[in-house]
């Protein structure tokens, strides 16, 4: 079965530092990526996704994710943090031609501090 | 566009009632997805409905889960017996057929389930 490793659990840097949390997926096939945010108080909302093509995805809110597949690898980049980006993040996982179901890791609470 | 709603938000129960949520997909998209999260866990899939068929049931939907999507609208998730242990977030998410656009998951608020 596939699965999701994000290694940070909790991630603490202040404003304007710069942010990579990583991904490691383990399925061997084709994917589709996904990196979600869910904000204090919010339901989960879709950041970025990677479907095809070129391997570094922009997203909203300044972030943007790097797809390397020969590392099963994912990771979420941001140059610079703002408060606002207080939240946790998710990455999920859905295999391509076999069935929808996203799979996703265990989240990373990121915490900016002024 | 209003988004993915689901009803209750909160719901507290004792100990062998049944619970039943209710979920209403962006009104554009065919598939309609279950999820449950629990404390420190991302989501975990439970099953998806692509219109008014369930087309794919997780093994952690045990015989005490039931979902419907009647007339491929909206879904409702059924809990008979509940335990202790069905403490959690469900999560309705939905999304057009890969297709007609990405297939990308949008996801409602969650109802939280408190079983006491």
């Known amino acids: 079965a596939q699965s999701v490793s994000q290694h940070n659990h909790h991630v603490i840097l202040s404003e304007a530092a710069s942010l990579e949390l990583g991904c490691n997926y383990s399925y061997g096939g084709t994917v589709n990526l996904f990196w979600y945010v869910q904000y204090p108080g919010q339901h989960l909302q879709l950041l970025l996704k990677?479907?095809?093509?070129?391997?570094l995805v922009k997203g909203i809110k300044g972030f943007e994710a790097e797809f390397i597949k020969s590392k099963f690898s994912f990771n979420l980049r941001k140059p610079s943090v703002q408060w606002s980006d207080t939240a946790e993040y998710f990455c999920a996982v859905k295999r391509t031609g076999g069935g929808n179901k996203l799979t996703f890791g265990t989240g990373t609470q990121l915490k900016v501090e002024l | 566009d209003t988004g993915v709603s689901q009803d209750p938000r909160h719901k507290i129960t004792k100990r062998g009632q049944n619970v039943t949520f209710r979920c209403d997909p962006i009104?554009?998209?065919?598939?309609l997805y279950w999820y449950r999260q629990t404390l420190g866990q991302g989501p975990e899939f439970l099953t998806y409905f692509q219109n008014e068929a369930q087309l794919e049931k997780s093994r952690l939907l045990s015989d005490r889960f039931s979902a419907e999507r009647p007339k491929g609208s909206f879904s409702t998730l059924e809990i008979q017996r509940t335990e202790q242990g069905d403490s959690a977030m469900y999560l309705c998410?939905?999304?057009?057929?890969?297709?007609?656009?990405?297939?990308?998951?949008?996801f409602g608020p969650g109802t939280r389930l408190t079983v006491t």
């Open positions: 990677y479907f095809s093509g070129d391997p």
């Open positions: 998410a939905s999304s057009f057929r890969s297709w007609q656009g990405k297939g990308e998951q949008y």
């Open positions: 009104s554009e998209h065919n598939r």
